[in-house]
């Protein structure tokens, strides 16, 4: 048997849903400004070493960080919105939309 929950406690669960997603943000900005220092210390340090600049802006290494750091930000996301936040009801209703408007279109 469910119960209605109060207003107070209603507060208290979307208070913590907003720092979640509060959190989620920072992490993210946290993650951008830091990958781009840092990608610009090791493209810099490339060149030191000889290596022209397009060499070392398109060299993967100097991009690792981004990719390992993007999962651990992936999974903060996932966790933080879930799945609805790519496959949500509107979504399925947009695609089916689209798939419909494309035979349409066919004929």
Do not use: C
């Not at 220092?37 to 340090?45: D, K, W, Y």
């Not at 030191?48 to 100097?62: L, P």
């Amino acid at each position: 048997m469910e119960r209605e929950l109060t207003q107070e406690q209603k507060y208290i669960l979307a208070k913590k849903r907003v720092e979640k997603i509060s959190k989620f943000y920072k992490h993210l900005a946290t993650y951008v400004i830091v990958n781009i220092f840092l990608s610009a210390i090791f493209i810099v340090g490339d060149m030191n070493d000889g290596v022209t600049f397009m060499e070392a802006a398109s060299d993967y290494h100097n991009y690792k960080i981004w990719m390992y750091w993007g999962i651990g930000v992936a999974f903060q996301a996932l966790n933080t919105f879930g799945l609805s936040l790519f496959l949500n009801k509107d979504w399925e209703q947009k695609k089916i939309q689209k798939y419909m408007d494309e035979q349409n279109y066919r004929r």
